[in-house]
């Protein structure tokens, strides 16, 4: 079985400061990752996915993260936040092989001060 | 395209009641899925549909029914509402091939058990 963890529930940060949002999993196999997107009030939207290739992976809106096998992590990362980014932000995983649903963590609140 | 929909937006049942959240998507994805969502915890799976005409249960399954009508809909039924189902509801879909192994979210639907 795979599972998540999302090290900070709360992140508070300046406007325009860089911010990094952890994120470890655990699995007996090899796993896809994928870091989400929710604004308040909406459904979850794709940020960011890595499946093989470079295992630093750009996303939307200035994200990225990077899949560090040895540790098994997959932080995400950005140089400079905007206010527009306050949101919460989800991990996942799930299996390469075999139809399986995606494990989420349990999310970390991003927040934007001015 | 819509995407994934869901039916209704937002909901209120008294303990006992049942209802069905409906959820269809029209990407032509193969495997579907229900999770609940809840403050501090993450999206958990409740029921999923690898393929049509497979269901399985996920990690919370206990008080709920699930139905795939066919490709496009994925159907939940509470039949006896309690108040520990008043969550945020949300269906999700993937086509689980390729490089497309992300899931695509619809916007949710929240419901309060009194």
């Known amino acids: 079985a795979q599972s998540v963890t999302q090290l900070d529930s709360q992140v508070p940060v300046f406007e325009e400061a860089p911010v990094e949002l952890r994120c470890n999993y655990s699995s007996s196999v090899s796993v896809y990752l994928f870091w989400y997107v929710q604004y308040p009030n909406q459904g979850l939207q794709l940020l960011l996915k890595y499946l093989s290739g470079s295992t630093l992976v750009k996303g939307i809106n200035g994200f990225e993260a990077e899949f560090n096998k040895s540790q098994t992590s997959f932080h995400l990362r950005k140089p400079s936040v905007h206010i527009s980014d306050t949101a919460e932000y989800f991990c996942a995983v799930r299996t390469i092989s075999g139809n399986t649903p995606l494990v989420f963590g349990k999310g970390t609140r991003l927040s934007v001060i001015a | 395209n819509a995407g994934v929909t869901q039916t209704p937006k937002f909901q209120v049942l008294k303990t006992g009641q049942s209802m069905t959240l409906q959820c269809a998507q029209d990407?032509?994805?193969?495997?579907m899925y229900w999770y609940r969502q809840d403050p501090g915890m993450g999206l958990r799976l409740i029921y999923y549909?690898?393929?049509?005409?497979?269901?399985d249960k996920g990690e919370v399954p206990n008080g709920y029914n699930v139905s795939r009508l066919n490709k496009r809909e994925f159907s939940l039924r509470l039949e006896s509402a309690a108040p520990s189902q008043t969550s945020v509801y949300f269906c999700a879909s993937t086509q689980n091939l390729g490089s497309s192994y992300e899931q695509y979210f619809g916007p949710g639907t929240r419901l309060t058990v009194t």
């Open positions: 990407m032509n994805h193969n495997s």
């Open positions: 549909s690898a393929s049509e005409g497979t269901t």
